[in-house]
């Protein structure tokens, strides 16, 4: 980890990676403590968020900590044009750390580089999601009992899906073989293709749902990110393209679990929401345990 920041996944190793999972096992059992008596985090939302600002803060609160910051950025001075710059000079006088999600790609990084506290990037455009992947990771083995040698299915939104780029990075430790289904439009770009490549990661791609997850552990579904479409006619003609019902989980391997970083849309119909193998609530759950790792090894 630079300067103790969490920016993206790679600034973790594998050993850093386990320590913050069996941490997070820790707070699982017993999530209220006192070890953040004094301690402020700012949480920075420039970008719309449900459970990683809550839970994060849920994090903090329950740790014994306060919580400063923004939920919509039209509340803050960046409104009158100050620069993000400036923003976060002026938090890190306030805060011990700082939890921040921008729209613009490496906005958590560029942070990192001039502040003087602990940036953890709550997720940039379609660039990382770092804390969301360690949750995903964290689901995973609690689910499989192990991260080695899973098939591993992600399907949706591969272009712009940053919690999917996030965990492609990070199963790299784990020798996992990928299968990516998504429209031609909404495929997984080249730079993690050939990180794959780089890294001998096993992967196929397709366009086709249907009867094609069989032979998965993990079914990662996505939704479609309407909010990085230029053109919303683009994201009409998609955004409909694969959607889950309990038809579909038939045949099935028993082990398999449904995860999705949430919020969906239609992507997952409700009636598997009863499934056993559902488990995106659960995932959001384990979402705590992992953010109160998370900020007890930046701010340690
Ligand atoms: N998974 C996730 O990032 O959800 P929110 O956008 O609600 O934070």
């Known amino acids: 980890m ?8 790679s600034d973790l190793s594998k050993i850093e990676i386990l320590e913050i999972l069996d941490a997070a096992e820790d707070f ?15 949480t920075l939302f420039f970008e719309p968020s449900t459970r990683t600002r809550l839970s994060f803060e849920t994090a903090v609160i329950r740790l014994g ?11 803050s ?15 890190s006088c306030y805060a011990d750390a700082i939890v921040m999600r921008h729209y ?14 602990p940036i953890v990037n709550a997720g940039d455009g379609a660039n990382q999601h770092p804390s969301q ?31 999917v780029h996030s965990l492609i990075m990070a199963m790299a430790h784990f020798n996992p073989t990928f299968k990516f289904i998504a429209p031609k439009e909404l495929q997984l770009p080249e730079k993690y293709k050939d990180f794959c490549r780089q890294n001998n990661i096993k992967f196929t791609e397709t366009e086709v749902f249907t009867d ?18 230029v053109n919303l006619d683009e994201y009409e003609q998609v955004k409909d393209v694969y959607i889950l019902n309990n038809q579909m989980l038939m045949n099935s ?25 559902a488990y995106y609530f659960q995932q959001a759950q384990n979402g705590l345990y992992v953010r109160q790792a998370i900020l007890t090894k930046v701010l340690s």
């Open 212 to 229: 094609n997850f069989n032979d998965a552990d993990i079914l990662y579904m996505t939704r479609v990110q309407r909010e990085r479409f």
């Open 77 to 91: 001075s960046s409104s009158k044009g100050e620069t993000l710059h400036d923003t976060i000079r002026m938090i």
């Open 133 to 163: 992947t360690l949750l995903d990771l964290y689901s995973i083995r609690k689910t499989q009992q192990r991260l080695e040698n899973l098939n591993i299915c992600m399907v949706g939104d591969l272009k712009y899906g940053r919690t």
């Open 28 to 42: 699982e059992r017993n999530p209220n403590r006192k070890t953040f008596d004094g301690k402020v985090v700012a």
């Open 65 to 75: 900590g306060s919580v400063i910051g923004f939920s919509d950025a039209a509340t």
């Open 2 to 9: 630079h300067n103790k920041s969490l920016v993206s996944i």
């Open 253 to 277: 391997k028993p082990n398999l679990k449904i995860l999705h970083p949430l919020p969906r849309i239609n992507e997952i119909l409700p009636e598997v929401d009863s499934s056993e193998k």
């Open 104 to 117: 613009i790609e490496g906005a958590a990084r560029a942070a990192a580089e001039i502040s003087p506290v």
